[in-house]
C-alpha cells in the first residue's frame, strides 16, 4: 500500500511514516518545513519527502493519504485531495487502525514532561526484554528513533491533547485507548484551539472515559487540575507519584544525594523500594522517572529492574541535550516552550552547575507564546537565568519589551538570529551555560553560534571564568 502523509516532517508525523514503512508500506509525504533531525530520520527510512503541499504530489494517486494537523482547507494539496476522492484519514486515527487495535497501550499524557516519560518508559520495557514499540514526539538516545513497531504486545505512546486534523479537532489521545495512562500535570496551553483550561480538562475527561477499569491511571499526586479532571468521573484504578517526601502518594521521592536530584531514594506503597542513579537533574525530571517506573510496574517490569534500567538512560535529543563544549563553552538545546517548563529546565541546570553564569536563549516559537497567553509569565520564568536573549520575531502579538521589564538588565532582544549570534559571541565567556529554548530549529542558531565560537579560533580569557 502507498501512504503519503501531509506535514511529514512533525515529530509526530514523521514517527507515523517510520512505523507504516516498518509495517511494509510505501511511504512517501511532503511538508513545508524540513530540517533534522526529523528530516535526517526520514532519509535513513527511505521515506521520499518533498518539499511544500502541491496537487502534483498526489498524482499518481496513493491508496491513503495521512493528514496531518497542520493542514487546512484552502490548501491547494487538501482541496485536490477532497475532490479527487482519495480516502484519508487523520494520523491519530490511522495508528488507532492500524498499529493500536490489539495492543496493551501505555499512554503519557500532560502539559509537560511526556516526550521524557514516555522514552524512559519504552526504555525500561525494552531494557526489561519486552521489545515494546513506541511512538515519542521526540529522539530517544538509547533507541536513535523516535518510533518503532516493536515485538511485543506493548506499546508506548506519548499521547497529546492537540486536535487531530481540519476535519478531527478531538484531541489526539482519544483515539489511542489506552490500558495504563500516565497523567504528568495539566495546565494552560495551546491557546490556538482551547479557549482556556476548563476545555483542555474536559478533553482529558474524555481520555479517562477510554481506559478499562482493569487499566491503571497513574497521576501527580500535586497537581490539583488533574484532581479535578479525576472528580468528573474516573471508572479505573490509580496510582500516584510525587517528587515530595511530604506529599501522600504511592510512588515518592524519600531521599536525595544529589543537589540536582539525578541520585535518589524512593517509596513505593509506604516501603523504601531503591535508589534511583540516572543522568536527569530536576524535580520535573525525578517525577518523569517514579510515573515511568510506576506504569512499567503495571505492565510485570519489578520496580529493581526498573531501577537497573534508568542507569542506563541517555536521555532523549532537544531535552538538555549538550549539542557542543567549545572555547570552554557549553551550549544545549532544549524544547521548553512554556513559562513552567523553562523555569523547571533552568532549575534543573542551575543545580548542576552550581554559580556558573547560565545565559538562556529563547525562541518564542510556539503559538501560544505567539499570541502572548504567557506573556506576563515568561519573563519570570527566565529569572534564574544570569543573560537572557529573547528573539523577537515579526508576527509576535505581545510586547517583549512592555512584559520583561523584570529581567531588568540582564535582559537582551534582537529580532535577526545572525544578530542575536553576534552578541552572544561578544559577550560569552570561559564556563558559560547556554541553553537554547525552541519548539523549532531557530534559524540555525545552535550550528551557526558553535561554528562561530570554533571556527575563529576565539577563546575568552581563562581569567573570566566564574
Known amino acids: 500500500m502507498h501512504i503519503h502523509i501531509l506535514g511529514i516532517c512533525g515529530t509526530f508525523m514523521g514517527g507515523v511514516a517510520a512505523l507504516a514503512k516498518a509495517a511494509g508500506h510505501r511511504v512517501s509525504g511532503s511538508d513545508l518545513n524540513v530540517y533534522p533531525p526529523m528530516s535526517t530520520q526520514l532519509s535513513d527510512l527511505g521515506v521520499e519527502v518533498q518539499q511544500g503541499y502541491l496537487p502534483g504530489h498526489l498524482d499518481p494517486a496513493p491508496d491513503c493519504v495521512v493528514v496531518g494537523n497542520v493542514m487546512s482547507r484552502g490548501n491547494e494539496a487538501v482541496e485536490y485531495l477532497l475532490d479527487s476522492g482519495i480516502p484519508y484519514s487523520s494520523g491519530p486515527e490511522w495508528l488507532h487502525r492500524n498499529v493500536l487495535?490489539?495492543?496493551?497501550?501505555?499512554?503519557?499524557?500532560?502539559t509537560h514532561g511526556k516526550t521524557t516519560t514516555a522514552s524512559i518508559l519504552a526504555w525500561i520495557l525494552d531494557h526489561a526484554g519486552l521489545e515494546p514499540g513506541f511512538l515519542i514526539g521526540g529522539i530517544p538516545v538509547n533507541f536513535?528513533?523516535?518510533?518503532?513497531?516493536?515485538?511485543?504486545?506493548?506499546?508506548?505512546?506519548?499521547?497529546d491533547e492537540y486536535d487531530c486534523a481540519f476535519f478531527d479537532k478531538r484531541a489526539k489521545f482519544v483515539h489511542y485507548h489506552p490500558r495504563t495512562l500516565v497523567l504528568n500535570n495539566l495546565e494552560f496551553d495551546h491557546a490556538d484551539?482551547?479557549?482556556d483550561l476548563q476545555a483542555i480538562a474536559w478533553q482529558f475527561h474524555q481520555l479517562l472515559r477510554t481506559v478499562p477499569r482493569q487499566g491503571k491511571i497513574i497521576l501527580n499526586a500535586g497537581d490539583a487540575n488533574l484532581r479535578d479532571v479525576l472528580e468528573q468521573g474516573c471508572w479505573t484504578p490509580t496510582e500516584s507519584f510525587s517528587a515530595s517526601p511530604q506529599?501522600?502518594?504511592?510512588?515518592?521521592?524519600?531521599?536525595?544525594?544529589?543537589?540536582?536530584?539525578?541520585?535518589f531514594e524512593f517509596e513505593v506503597d509506604g516501603k523504601p523500594a531503591g535508589r534511583v542513579v540516572s543522568p536527569l537533574s530536576g524535580v520535573h525530571n525525578l517525577e518523569n522517572i517514579l510515573a515511568a517506573m510506576a506504569a512499567a510496574r503495571h505492565a510485570g517490569v519489578?520496580?529493581?529492574?526498573?531501577?537497573?534500567?534508568?542507569?542506563?538512560?541517555?536521555?532523549?535529543?532537544?531535552?538538555?541535550?549538550?549539542?557542543?563544549?567549545?572555547?570552554?563553552?557549553?551550549?544545549?538545546d532544549d524544547f521548553a516552550h512554556h513559562p513552567t517548563a523553562i523555569a523547571k529546565t533552568l532549575d534543573g541546570l542551575r543545580r548542576i552547575v552550581g554559580g556558573k553564569r547560565i545565559v538562556a536563549v529563547l525562541e518564542p516559537r510556539s503559538n501560544t507564546m505567539r499570541m502572548g497567553v504567557h506573556g506576563d509569565r515568561l519573563p519570570?520564568?527566565?529569572c534564574e537565568a544570569d543573560r537572557v536573549w529573547m528573539y523577537k520575531p515579526s508576527n509576535l502579538a505581545w510586547n517583549i519589551e512592555e512584559s520583561s521589564t523584570i529581567l531588568g538588565d540582564k535582559l537582551r532582544i534582537a529580532s535577526d538570529v545572525g544578530e542575536l549570534v553576534r552578541e552572544l559571541v561578544a559577550e560569552?565567556?570561559?564556563?558559560?551555560?547556554?541553553?537554547?529554548?525552541s519548539n523549532g530549529d531557530f534559524g540555525g542558531l545552535h550550528a551557526r553560534l558553535i561554528a562561530e565560537l570554533g571556527g575563529t579560533g576565539r577563546r575568552?580569557?581563562?581569567g573570566q571564568d566564574d
Do not use: C, N
Not at 144 to 159: D, I, K, N, Y
Not at 247 to 263: E, I
Open 101 to 110: 487495535i490489539d495492543r496493551w497501550v501505555l499512554a503519557i499524557a500532560g
Open 144 to 159: 536513535g528513533m523516535s518510533a518503532r513497531l516493536g515485538q511485543s504486545p506493548f506499546f508506548v505512546v506519548e499521547a
Open 193 to 195: 484551539i482551547y479557549p
Open 247 to 263: 506529599t501522600k502518594a504511592d510512588w515518592r521521592q524519600s531521599g536525595q544525594h544529589d543537589p540536582a536530584f539525578r541520585d
Open 302 to 332: 519489578p520496580v529493581h529492574a526498573a531501577v537497573d534500567a534508568l542507569a542506563e538512560f541517555r536521555g532523549v535529543k532537544r531535552r538538555m541535550e549538550v549539542k557542543a563544549e567549545t572555547a570552554g563553552i557549553t551550549i544545549y
Open 380 to 382: 519570570q520564568s527566565l
Open 428 to 437: 560569552l565567556r570561559r564556563g558559560d551555560q547556554v541553553l537554547v529554548m
Open 460 to 462: 575568552p580569557d581563562p
